[in-house]
């Protein structure tokens, strides 16, 4: 099941020397020891996993690659295999500023713009610039992801990203207050601190960090896109059926976001240079990006007591623990140490446990172990049938609408317009689909089940429709008796269609997920992208709500009083959202355009090499088929799918939970098309 990377011993001359000079101390951790330790951890893991694992001490050095599962082959890893250490790479780039800085060349308070080309739309808020240090310490106010990250294959999301898209993203961004005010993780930031530094450095990343941190660290298998003799790639797997994945690729110049590769032994010896910098080189940088900027903060409602240049804080013991976890679609890593107690920990999974907290809380109790316990196992059980049959029902999530279903002893989950996915069960207490990295945390309240949903880093509350709708009936049946419970119901108030159309618009809560906001009828009615339209109440001045899904929308306006953005308030979840563009101020009961008017959108629309999409009119409106292997998710043996009207230029696939929007060229005629779909934006060129 295990096997061991044993360090070489000291010859018997030099050790019987230590044994006269040396004080008494404790003996570091042994191979066999730091092995039983992991796998208690991981032995029968659903996740199947392998992990590389080593704790670095004074006194030396531990090492452990160990297989959740039992057999000869289960072991896919050892010494030559380089993972992705995905956001861990932050730190290194981190390092290569901190550098510039100690020489002269950079300082924390520099503008960001100052690092761009010429030109470049930088935002600001009322005159207030972001600096390097609000991107290093994640406080920008920039979004997680550029606006036009292209992403055509789920699996492998970077790899389209253009310096020209990150640059323009730039130019869609407004920020909601000063920079430095509030944490927001962003990996938008550090791609353009990443590309800033590869500019100013007149070279590719890949060659910057070789000449200024892996080779004076000796970390000769560390790597972007060239790797090293000797060394082989590491598969990444899924966490939830254990299937290979294919690897993250990022423009060079990006990389610094998550891009490098190495091995156990190259991200000990980052450690050791962490514990004891030299007095020159990039010793006194690492060093410098140790120092704390920002205090206390909050990632998925774990608390951290502080930024440094970089690096992740926690106080844990009387000590500071000073670490950086990294996840990609088939990797988890994480790198901590303790300068006081000079230890460290290194550890690697061949396997993304992105949605189950990394391998942070692993590495951490190996800092700390006195204060940090170790976890069990997620070993997979069948559920109870209790919590099947209380779970079944309608949900609310962040505007999508979910159902879970229960049958043979198993939870499905399916979001409208999108495939059913089958969930397993663990002795976490956890479902998880089987098809995807995500996972399910059921939740009790008041005698009813909820959930949180887990994905993507974040963390959303979903509310139960069955259970709003019957606490509005009652409390419709007790307004009818009593005064008090009458105040209690939304007010029978009207506006006006002006007054209304002050609201309509299209309202960017992140990238590629919109609400719209439109007049129908005499009323507001909201549709987030790719969702049916609900209907919205207007309860007091400047908010609506949704009851049944127990929504709350809240305008916001500016001091001239236009509306310019709104939050949708949600379980306990706040999005908040600017308004893009003004939405038809009243929409009647429009009917589907004519054949002629919808002829112009038919043809051969191609997403990437080898898919397309055909737009066709059949009767009085548009279908789609779908043609080839691509990026947009279809339900199980089905390519041909319906569109509805639902505006200029715009019609939804309800079928998939897609919206298509159409492009025109100057003269008027349909060229291309958008498509936005589970959060992501895709787009086909027409063809001749």
Request: no cysteine.
């Amino acid at each position: 099941m295990k096997s061991r990377y044993s360090r070489a011993l000291a010859s018997a001359a030099a050790f019987i020397s230590l044994l006269a000079l040396a004080p008494t101390s404790v003996p570091a951790m042994s191979d066999a020891e730091l092995e039983a330790i992991v796998s208690r951890r991981l032995s029968g893991d659903r996740t199947g996993a392998n992990l590389a694992v080593a704790v670095i001490e004074p006194e030396g050095i531990s090492r452990a690659f160990v297989a959740a599962e039992e057999g000869a082959r289960a072991l896919r890893i050892g010494p030559d295999s380089a993972f992705e250490i995905g956001s861990v790479t932050k730190t290194m780039t981190a390092a290569l500023l901190a550098d510039l800085i100690l020489r002269g060349e950079a300082s924390l308070d520099d503008p960001l713009s100052d690092w761009l080309p010429a030109g470049t739309p930088v935002p600001s808020f009322e005159g207030q610039p972001i600096l390097l240090r609000h991107v290093v310490t994640h406080t920008s106010g920039l979004p997680p992801l550029p606006s036009r990250l292209q992403v055509t294959t789920p699996n492998n999301p970077y790899a389209n990203l253009t310096e020209e898209a990150l640059l323009a993203s730039l130019a869609e961004v407004s920020l909601r207050e000063p920079p430095g005010t509030q944490f927001a993780y962003s990996n938008f930031a550090f791609m353009l601190l990443s590309y800033a530094l590869a500019r100013h450095a007149e070279t590719d990343l890949e060659t910057l960090l070789r000449e200024r941190l892996f080779s004076p660290l000796e970390m000769t298998g560390a790597y972007i896109e060239k790797r090293p003799a000797g060394i082989r790639a590491a598969v990444g797997h899924t966490a939830n059926n254990a299937q290979p994945t294919p690897a993250w690729h990022f423009a060079t110049s990006m990389a610094g976001v998550g891009g490098v590769r190495a091995p156990l032994d190259d991200m000990i010896r980052y450690v050791q240079a962490q514990l004891a910098p030299e007095e020159a080189g990039i010793g006194p940088a690492l060093r410098l990006a140790h120092h704390r900027l920002h205090d206390g903060f909050e990632i998925s409602g774990q608390p951290y007591d502080g930024l440094g240049i970089g690096w992740m804080q926690r106080e844990v013991g009387g000590r500071t623990l000073i670490f950086h976890a990294g996840g990609t679609g088939g990797f988890s890593a994480f790198v901590g140490f303790d300068v006081e107690s000079q230890r460290g920990v290194v550890a690697l999974s061949d396997t993304a446990w992105n949605t189950i907290g990394g391998t942070q809380r692993l590495g951490l109790h190996l800092l700390a172990p006195e204060d940090i316990p170790l976890d069990a196992p997620r070993l997979r059980i069948d559920p109870p049938q209790e919590l099947l049959d209380a779970l079944a029902g309608e949900y609310q999530l962040a505007g999508l609408r979910i159902t879970l279903r229960q049958r043979g002893g198993h939870l499905f989950v399916q979001g409208a317009g999108q495939p059913e996915f089958e969930m397993g069960y663990d002795t976490e207490g956890d479902f998880f689909p089987l098809q995807f990295e995500a996972r399910l945390r059921p939740k009790q309240a008041d005698g009813t089940y909820s959930f949180t949903w887990y994905q993507g880093g974040g963390a959303i509350t979903a509310t139960r429709i069955g259970a709003s709708e019957t606490r509005a009936a009652v409390s419709k049946d007790a307004a009818s008796e009593t005064p008090e419970a009458a105040s209690t119901a939304l007010p029978e108030l009207a506006l006006s269609e002006q007054d209304l159309a002050a609201y309509a618009g299209s309202y960017e809560l992140m990238p590629g997920f919109s609400l719209t906001i439109r007049v129908k009828d005499g009323a507001l009615e909201a549709q987030a992208t790719g969702q049916p339209t609900f209907p919205l109440q207007y309860s007091s001045e400047d908010r609506f709500a949704a009851p049944a899904f127990g929504v709350e929308i809240h305008f916001k306006r500016t001091a001239s009083g236009q509306v310019d953005a709104l939050e949708l308030h949600q379980a306990g979840q706040t999005l908040r959202g600017k308004r893009k563009e003004a939405a038809k101020h009243v929409e009647k009961a429009e009917p589907v355009q004519a054949e002629s008017g919808l002829a112009a959108y038919a043809g051969n629309y191609e997403l990437i090499p080898g898919f397309s999409l055909i737009i066709r009119v059949k009767g009085d409106a548009l279908e789609a088929q779908a043609v080839g292997e691509g990026p947009i998710e279809m339900p199980a043996g089905q390519s041909i799918f319906s569109l509805q009207h639902r505006g200029k230029d715009r019609f939804s696939a309800f079928e998939i939970g897609a919206d298509i929007d159409f492009k025109r060229d100057k003269t008027g005629r349909v060229n291309a098309f958008q498509i936005q779909q589970a959060g992501f934006t895709h787009h086909g060129k027409r063809k001749k």
